[in-house]
């Protein structure tokens, strides 16, 4: 099944900083990948998300690219605000009978500092 | 995006007891799933709810411990079954459309057996 790594488990930054947060997959028949924030005492959110079809995507500071041939993607977060403080979360639903499930990275904490 | 909510929102259980977490969405879904995750931990996938018919489980969940009801396309039942302290989680169900992959997540319900 798949396999979904992400890095750093920890990222603290200043305000107006960018982050980074990288993931790999092991499943070359994944095909979408979402990211979720997810603050203290709440449900995951969908931030962003792309598709296998797709290189890059943009929504206001926040940005994802996927790299396929090395199966990796990242998560880009440009002018960092203190709200932006939360765990972070990447996955990736593999292709064949994974469809609907996704397999989770283990989970980015991002501290943004005022 | 769907809207979705679950009840309980918190519990605190004895072991030994069980407890059923219902999960309700404001407009009909094709897929509903729980996941469960724990204390400081990433998101596993617990099973699939299907409509009608018997729900289809990761490996190591079973049906035994983790029954799953799902009526029709807005509502589904998860029941954690003679709890353990090991039970202590967040469960939380998700939802997805046929049309897209998609995936929503509910608040969670935060469980914790004594």
């Known amino acids: 099944g798949e396999n979904v790594e992400q890095h750093p488990s920890t990222l603290s930054v200043q305000e107006g900083d960018s982050a980074v947060i990288k993931c790999t997959y092991s499943?070359?028949?994944?095909?979408?990948f979402p990211w979720y924030k997810q603050e203290l005492g709440k449900g995951p959110q969908l931030i962003i998300d792309?598709?296998?079809?797709?290189g890059e995507k943009k929504d206001q500071r926040i940005a994802v690219t996927l790299n396929k041939t090395a199966k990796h993607f990242s998560l880009h977060i440009t002018e960092t605000q203190p709200e932006d403080s939360a765990v972070y979360f990447c996955?990736?639903?593999?292709?064949?009978?994974?469809?609907?499930?996704?397999?989770f990275g283990q989970g980015t904490i991002l501290t943004v500092h005022p | 995006s769907a809207v979705i909510s679950q009840k309980p929102s918190r519990d605190i259980c004895q072991r030994g007891t069980s407890l059923t977490i219902q999960c309700q969405v404001d407009?009909?879904?094709?897929?509903m799933f729980w996941y469960r995750q724990q204390p400081g931990q990433s998101l596993t996938l617990i099973a699939t709810?299907?409509?009608?018919?018997?729900?289809?489980?990761e490996s190591g969940f079973v049906i035994d411990k983790f029954p799953i009801s799902r009526p029709n396309l807005t509502f589904s039942t998860l029941t954690v079954s003679n709890m353990s302290p090991e039970d202590s989680s967040i469960y939380l169900c998700?939802?997805?459309?046929?049309?897209?992959?998609?995936?929503?997540f509910g608040p969670g319900t935060r469980l914790t057996v004594l």
């Open positions: 998700s939802v997805a459309t046929a049309s897209t992959d998609t995936q929503y």
């Open positions: 499943d070359s028949a994944s095909n979408y």
């Open positions: 792309i598709r296998s079809n797709v």
């Open positions: 996955a990736a639903i593999g292709g064949g009978t994974s469809y609907g499930k996704l397999t």
């Open positions: 407009s009909q879904v094709t897929m």
């Open positions: 709810a299907n409509q009608g018919s018997e729900a289809t489980y």
